[in-house]
């Protein structure tokens, strides 16, 4: 992902971040890390906020094997419509702003 794109994320999810629990918080920054683009970063970020989806993200990225494909993987096998309108819905609002 460009730097500026990261710049963008961190600025629109910053005022939101506080609202979440401590590991969404702590996630984010792995999140953006690895992510290829918005999408993949908004649809990992809004799966995150499952404990149980979080737990198998994280042991994706501490596993440090081919994380990007793992999580590309990932992405597709969980993804269901209203995470992808969320994610949607999420991005729109980003470009408004």
Do not use: C
């Amino acid at each position: 992902m460009k730097n500026d794109e990261i710049h963008e994320i961190s600025a629109k999810i910053s005022k939101e971040l506080r609202l979440y629990s401590d590991p969404i918080r702590l996630a984010a920054p792995l999140l953006l890390t690895y992510a290829k683009n918005k999408w993949d970063f908004f649809v990992l970020f809004e799966l995150s906020k499952f404990q149980s989806t979080r737990n198998q993200i994280l042991g994706i990225i501490k596993k440090d094997q081919d994380i990007s494909d793992k999580l590309s993987r990932f992405i597709k096998k969980k993804s269901n419509k209203s995470i992808l309108n969320r994610v949607s819905f999420t991005i729109q609002n980003l470009k408004l702003n």
